[in-house]
Nanobody, 125 residues
Framework: QVQLVESGGGLVQAGGSLRLSCAASGRTFSTYNMGWFRQAPGKEREFVAAITWSGVGTYYADSVKDRFTISRDNAKNTVYLQMNSLKPEDTAVYYC??????????????????WGQGTQVTVSS
């Protein structure tokens, strides 16, 4: 089992940047594929980015491609989401998630077994 704690959210102007962190407990973090999702008020939770356990494979939603970068440091049990060129439509609660399953369905929330509590990102226009 793994516990996840996100941090790094906040209020930023459009065009700005934020880096989210997700710290994981447990000694098996390096065996988990990791993902970031977000949920805006009144909307479904949506996939943002994912990374394989080794860090070699990364996947992005079209809406964030070329603006966001997912990475991980297995020595620190942490996964990151660097968000650049932020837009007001990026405003949401951002969640990290861990999965022991394969990456075939990396964009589906059902593919993930553990979730953090979320961190709020607000982008002002």
């Amino acid at each position: 089992q793994v516990q996840l704690v996100e941090s790094g959210g906040g209020l930023v102007q459009a065009g700005g940047s934020l880096r989210l962190s997700c710290a994981a407990s447990g000694r098996t973090f390096s065996t988990y594929n990791m993902g970031w999702f977000r949920q805006a008020p009144g909307k479904e939770r949506e996939f943002v980015a994912a990374i394989t356990w080794s860090g070699v494979g990364t996947y992005y939603a079209d809406s964030v491609k070329d603006r966001f970068t997912i990475s991980r440091d297995n020595a620190k049990n942490t996964v990151y989401l660097q968000m650049n060129s932020l837009k007001p439509e990026d405003t949401a609660v951002y969640y990290c998630a861990a999965s022991l399953r394969g990456m075939t369905w990396y964009s589906s929330s059902n593919n993930y077994d553990y979730w953090g509590q979320g961190t709020q990102v607000t982008v002002s226009s």
